[in-house]
């Protein structure tokens, strides 16, 4: 009995990671400067030029390589290994803690708490010189 392999359909997986990342059609159109048309024919493409395919990658933010080893099998393997409610250690999950990435920047959060603590600290010494001026 032989097993049918499916082919490498780059186009697909383009698709898949797309609305995975919850992005429509017309974004990914905007972001490489091509029409909504262009990307549902790069979809239906089963290859695709190494540069066109390496700025696809740069928009959805993954790599060239993780377009072209793309599987949803990989994918769900992956989340039933991170998220094991099983381990009675809780080491799975510290470890995935580890590896989270979040979307937003980090740094600019950082930033701006940091600059509405400075406020509110300006903010109570301007109470608090009111009040020794009465």
């Known amino acids: 009995m032989e097993t049918a392999t499916k082919p490498n359909h780059i186009g697909r997986k383009i698709g898949r990671i797309r609305e995975l990342r919850g992005m429509k059609q017309e974004t990914l159109a905007e972001k490489l400067g091509i029409s909504q048309q ?3 024919k790069i979809e239906q493409s089963e290859k695709i030029e190494d540069d066109k395919l390496e700025q ?3 928009v959805l933010g993954v790599t060239k390589e993780g377009i ?3 599987s949803d099998e990989a994918v769900f393997n992956i989340i039933n290994n991170t998220y094991n409610n099983n381990s009675s250690d809780n080491s799975t999950l510290i470890s995935s803690s580890v590896n989270y990435q979040p979307t937003f920047n980090t740094v600019e959060k ?7 603590l400075v406020k509110a600290e300006k903010d109570k010494i301007e109470y608090l010189e009111k009040l020794l001026k009465k």
Do not use: G, K, P, T
């Open 68 to 70: 072209e080893n793309f």
């Open 38 to 40: 262009a990307v549902s």
């Open 110 to 116: 950082i930033v701006e708490l940091y600059e509405r």
């Open 56 to 58: 696809i990658a740069n």
